[in-house]
C-alpha cells in the first residue's frame, strides 16, 4: 500500500509561481511512475506531468516549459514547480502513483491541493 500526501498550493498571481511537493510513503520513489494531475472546476481530471521509474519525463502541452516534475530520492518525494503559473493552471492538483506489484499496476492517488491563480 503506497500513501500518498501532497501540499504547496495556495493563491498565486498571474506569471507567479508555485512548488507542489507529493510526500510518498509504503514504497521507495525508485520503484514508483509517479503523476501530478490537474482537474479544473467541472472538468475531467489530466495529466501535467509524469516521471516514470527509469527517470523520463513527460509534460502536457499545455505547461512545456512551464513546469518542471522532479524526484528526490533520499526525500522520498516528488515535486512540481510551476512557473509563469496561469488563471487556467487553477484546479486541484492530485499526485499519483504506479507501483508495479505481482505483475500488475497498482494505483495510488493523494488528496489533492487547490491552486487558485488570480489577481
Known amino acids: 500500500q503506497v500513501q500518498l500526501a501532497e501540499s504547496g498550493g495556495g493563491l498565486v498571481q498571474p506569471g507567479g509561481s508555485l512548488r507542489l511537493s507529493c510526500a510518498a510513503s509504503?514504497?521507495?520513489?525508485?520503484?514508483?511512475?509517479m503523476g501530478w494531475y490537474h482537474q479544473a472546476p467541472g472538468k475531467q481530471r489530466e495529466l501535467v506531468a509524469r516521471h516514470t521509474r527509469g527517470g523520463i519525463q513527460n509534460y502536457a502541452d499545455s505547461v512545456q516549459g512551464r513546469f518542471t516534475i522532479s524526484r528526490d530520492i533520499a526525500k522520498n518525494t516528488v515535486y512540481l514547480q510551476m512557473n509563469s503559473l496561469k488563471p487556467e493552471d487553477s484546479g486541484v492538483y492530485y499526485c499519483k502513483a504506479e507501483h508495479l506489484a505481482a505483475g500488475t499496476i497498482h494505483d495510488y492517488w493523494g488528496q489533492g491541493t487547490q491552486v487558485t491563480v488570480s489577481s
Open positions: 509504503g514504497a521507495y520513489l525508485s520503484s514508483l511512475t
